[in-house]
């Protein structure tokens, strides 16, 4: 077979669809260092890193079939986001720890209305719709560090750092995005 960073994910969809158990070894082998990134951004433990990886794995197993995802990466991030932000509630309600994950939340709420009037709100699935044709308009790096912040969880750091920005830079990116996304939900009628 060939090395798993060649693979293509259409390639490793398939030996999943076959049921063949490679698939789970050649995803740890090209996706492995980017799941650990995820959770480790949200949890800050390396052996509940380790459990929301194994969990992820078997997540994708039992998911595929019968889905058969359109982006693999993005498949996978989000499954691994969820388990490693349900990891995290189940630590917190143990004991208070650090988390990215808090930090971009907290950074979200003067954009996101929390009224409890449903008329007031649009269903979560409309919303994200919305959110995702605004980031389709984004330009690929404001996508990118809009992406990395509020969904990949990344500290700022280190998204200036594989952008070659400065931390400052990153953060008055990430205002102007928030704002802009503030007016583009407005337009839409989302009250803010």
């Not at 433990?45 to 197993?61: F, G, I, K, L, P």
């Not at 595929?64 to 989000?78: D, E």
């Not at 790096?141 to 830079?169: C, N």
Request: aromatic share 10%; charged share 30%.
């Amino acid at each position: 077979m060939e090395t798993c960073h060649k693979i293509s994910d259409e390639e490793i969809i398939a030996l999943y669809w076959q049921r063949n158990e490679e698939a789970i070894r050649v995803t740890n082998d090209k996706y492995g260092k980017f799941l650990y990134r995820i959770a480790y951004n949200i949890v800050h433990d390396h052996a509940d890193c380790e459990e929301c990886q194994n969990d992820t794995y078997h997540s994708v197993w039992h998911a595929i079939p019968p889905t058969r995802p359109k982006s693999f990466r993005a498949f996978i991030a989000r499954i691994m986001r969820n388990i490693a932000t349900d990891k995290y509630h189940e630590n917190l309600s143990k004991k208070k720890i650090p988390s990215e994950l808090t930090v971009s939340m907290d950074e979200c709420e003067d954009f996101l209305s929390h009224s409890e009037n449903p008329d007031e709100n649009l269903m979560a699935e409309e919303l994200g719709k919305m959110i995702s044709d605004f980031l389709r308009s984004l330009s690929e790096k404001d996508q990118y560090i809009f992406m990395s912040r509020f969904y990949l969880v990344e500290p700022i750091e280190v998204i200036a750092g594989e952008l070659h920005l400065t931390e400052s830079a990153v953060y008055k990116k990430l205002t102007k995005l928030k704002a802009d996304l503030k007016v583009y939900l407005e337009e839409r009628g989302v009250l803010l």
